[in-house]
């Protein structure tokens, strides 16, 4: 059970993280590079802390994790068959598309990733997106998908893909004509999901 003095606690700690990635979303780009190299970033980990108190800061008293977690399958039930139907519309468009569209380079690739990932769960916050997609992939544990997309335009060249889990995680994201950041092991990841993303 969750009582109404922690649950006060635990939204100044929800506050608190929030106002963290704000403050990540608007480093300039030379510091926000400096950090992901240096792994100092921890967007990905201060992002399931959020979500983390955000789930039980929805706890009544009569509650209980179980029952959350019973209705978080559930709702993980309906986004997995409404992906299936996504994936078989998007799969109709593809075969309509003109033969230099399908194409297999480095942008097309990062945007069917992003596309399936903004059809997923998604945390919005004032100044940024981010959709999650959960599934198993190989040794990693919690394995997750996240897409961060800032809502400022100008802001889009911070928008990136990140693959992996609290411990160990890799990232890309657009950079003028390239696709920049822990390339080979983001790719290597695509490729082997590529039925996941409708690649091929």
Request: proline share 0%; hydrophobic share 15%.
């Given at each position: 059970m969750i009582s109404v003095k922690d649950k006060e606690l635990l939204k100044v700690m929800e506050e608190s993280l929030r106002k963290y990635l704000k403050a990540a979303s608007l480093i300039s780009q030379e510091a926000f590079d400096l950090l992901s190299e240096r792994k100092g970033l921890l967007w990905m980990e201060i992002s399931s802390q959020v979500e983390i108190l955000e789930e039980l800061g929805k706890l009544d008293a009569y509650d209980t994790i179980e029952e959350t977690i019973d209705k978080n399958e559930k709702q993980e039930a309906e986004t997995e068959q409404t992906i299936n139907k996504?994936?078989?519309?998007?799969?109709?468009?593809?075969?309509?598309?003109e033969p230099g569209e399908k194409e297999n380079s480095p942008f097309y690739i990062f945007d069917k990733v992003v596309g399936f990932m903004k059809r997923q769960k998604c945390d919005e916050l004032q100044?940024?997106?981010?959709?999650?997609?959960?599934?198993?992939y190989q040794d990693f544990d919690d394995f997750q998908i996240k897409y961060f997309e800032h809502k400022d335009p100008i802001q889009s060249g911070k928008n990136y893909l990140m693959f992996g889990n609290t411990r160990k995680h890799f990232s890309i994201?657009?950079?003028?004509d390239d696709i920049v950041g822990d390339t080979a092991e983001c790719f290597e990841i695509i490729w082997n999901l590529s039925e996941l993303f409708n690649i091929h």
């Open positions: 996504d994936n078989e519309n998007q799969e109709i468009k593809n075969q309509e598309m100044w940024v997106r981010t959709y999650s997609y959960k599934c198993n994201r657009k950079s003028g």
